[in-house]
């Protein structure tokens, strides 16, 4: 069952033979090139954004085209490089060795090591990582969300 919010935008110029509009048929307006009644549904789903292009012919909706975007995103923990579900010594190490330029990490773990937020990963961050580790210290927030168009 779809939740969310719906609009619908109408699509090309106005006539005037506008027949009753229905709550299945949405609102349709008719187009100068084609004649026929067009319209656009938008509908908000959670992290989806569909969109569906129908014309109304002979009293019955006809799909023309639809497609959907939806926003990728990620829950990390913050210093949690290895991905086993704590801060430990390790995920320090692999920090360290990613600021000295020992090892290469990808996009997602530079933003879950940046525990300082400075763009960058460096000896601090390692710092920082390892303390929470030994509990000497909390990174805050615990948890991050990335979104895909954090990692380009």
Do not use: C, W
């Not at 913050?78 to 990808?106: E, M, Y």
């Amino acid at each position: 069952e779809k939740q969310g919010i719906a609009l619908v935008f109408t699509v090309g110029g106005f006539g005037d033979e506008f027949g009753d509009v229905t709550a299945e048929e949405g609102a349709y307006a008719k187009t100068a090139a084609s004649n026929v009644p067009t319209f656009l549904a938008v509908t908000v789903t959670g992290k989806a954004l569909a969109f569906d292009l129908y014309e109304l012919t002979y009293d019955r909706l006809r799909p023309l085209d639809a497609f959907a975007l939806t926003k990728e995103e990620y829950k990390r923990m913050l210093g949690d490089l290895d991905l086993d579900s704590a801060v430990t010594a390790a995920d320090a190490r692999l920090a360290l060795r990613a600021a000295v330029g020992l090892d290469a990490i990808d996009a997602m773990t530079k933003i879950v090591a940046d525990v300082d937020f400075d763009r960058r990963v460096t000896a601090a961050d390692a710092r920082l990582i390892l303390r929470a580790a030994v509990a000497l210290e909390a990174l805050s927030p615990t948890h991050i969300t990335i979104y895909a168009s954090d990692l380009k």
